[in-house]
């Protein structure tokens, strides 16, 4: 079902953006999706914008963080997986071979508990633990994230930490034209996948995949409104069309249509 409740621990839950320009970012996502953007008290002066799809809460976006900014880091989706504590999910990761990023804290209104790791390969991850904010509740609908997948030069050494950290189970077969792909279970759904970098030279991180009705149609708006393009729509088969862009702050995204039966 395409609204969501609830998330069990493990389930990537929640996405958001750290943009180099929050103006630029929510007239471009506004245009592209048709989000509705509502400002909400970050703390220390910030504003978090929720991005809203027929009544529901799918993604967050915020202006980077000075630090990040003078540090010359890059706009980037950031990726959340559900967790029951995030104090205990905190010490699972540092004793799997993570690295403690931003340690546990509470976010302003009650939303919940978070902290942000990098796992053994470098990749940074987010994991939230929920109280009036459970995360999107709404999914693979058109302008909502539809997958999460760990692109890494080490997929056994990450999903190890994964399972650790979340007590998930992973299962890897041939998928689309890779002899290898590995994707997170939790109670028997799969839940996100991982792969080895496809690109030399880039860094782990994971990648957000939102729905769209027509990939090419997406690209083109996109590319209107100011997006990159950094690998055109291609087709996956059993999976279906996709194409990996770059907004006008530079963070990268894809966007996907699942196979028509």
């Known amino acids: 079902m395409p609204q969501v409740d609830s998330y069990k621990q493990g389930t990537p839950c929640w996405v958001d953006l750290s943009s180099s320009d929050i103006e630029a970012s929510k007239a471009f996502y506004g245009d592209l999706f048709g989000w509705e953007l509502d400002a909400m008290d970050a703390g220390n002066g910030g504003t978090y914008y929720m ?11 915020m202006q980077q963080m000075p630090d990040m900014a003078a540090a010359g880091v890059p706009s980037f989706w950031a990726n959340y997986l559900a967790v029951d504590s995030v104090d205990e999910a905190a010490e699972r990761a540092a004793a799997a071979g993570g690295k403690i990023i931003f340690p546990p804290d509470s976010v302003p209104n009650g939303s919940g508990r978070m902290f942000v790791a990098a796992d053994p390969t470098g990749a940074q991850i987010g994991f939230w633990e929920a109280g009036n904010h459970h995360g999107a509740g709404l999914v693979n609908e058109p302008g909502t994230v539809v997958w999460s997948e760990l692109q890494t030069n080490d997929v056994p050494k990450a999903v190890a930490f994964y399972e650790s950290v979340t007590g998930c189970s992973s299962e890897t077969a041939a998928a689309g034209d890779l002899q290898e792909y590995t994707q997170f279970v939790v109670d028997g759904k799969s ?45 996956v088969p059993g999976v279906g069309r996709m194409a990996v862009l770059g907004d006008p702050a530079g963070a990268a995204f894809s966007v996907m249509a699942g196979e028509s039966s």
């Open 51 to 61: 991005a809203k799809l027929q009544d529901r809460y799918v993604a967050g976006m």
């Open 191 to 235: 839940v996100a996948g991982a792969m080895k970098q496809p690109m030399e030279g880039m860094p782990p991180f994971w990648m957000t995949y939102f729905n769209v009705a027509d990939v090419n149609e997406s690209v083109a708006k996109a590319v209107e409104l100011g997006a990159q393009v950094f690998a055109p729509a291609f087709d």
